[in-house]
């Protein structure tokens, strides 16, 4: 498995460890003039929630991948926090915000994959 494979992975199982809701991973790599190779797209249920997930990514980025985002927006208010990762990016929304911005849809023509929530 190569080290951006491996990377998506690692955040997965970060939100996962903080019960992130509607995870989703989004395959840009074969999309022409894409920003990132893949983007990982998550929410959680209150800003507290967002903020926690998105420490539990770091941390589990940190630790199992040896890798640090090149920069984290969105901590202050916490109803979206951005994290580049360079060849990933991670968007974990309140229910609201992500519903308003819809990414998956935008990048409907590439390869989504809806991951199951652990409950």
Not at 29 to 40: D, L, R
Not at 66 to 95: C, R
Not at 99 to 119: C, G, H, M, R, T
Request: proline letters at 3%; one cysteine or more.
């Amino acid at each position: 498995m190569d080290q951006t494979k491996e990377l998506v992975k690692t955040i997965v199982e970060g939100l996962q460890e903080k019960r992130g809701k509607n995870i989703v991973t989004v395959d840009l790599s074969q999309t022409s003039g894409a920003i990132c190779q893949y983007m990982v797209i998550c929410e959680g249920n209150t800003p507290t929630q967002v903020s926690a997930l998105s420490d539990s990514v770091w941390d589990f980025a940190r630790k199992n991948a040896n890798e640090k985002p090149l920069s984290i927006d969105g901590t202050q208010g916490a109803q979206w926090i951005g994290m580049d990762y360079g060849t990933v990016l991670v968007h974990i929304f309140l229910p609201e915000q992500r519903a308003f911005y819809n990414l998956e849809n935008l990048w409907a023509d590439s390869k989504v994959i809806q991951v199951p929530n652990i409950d």
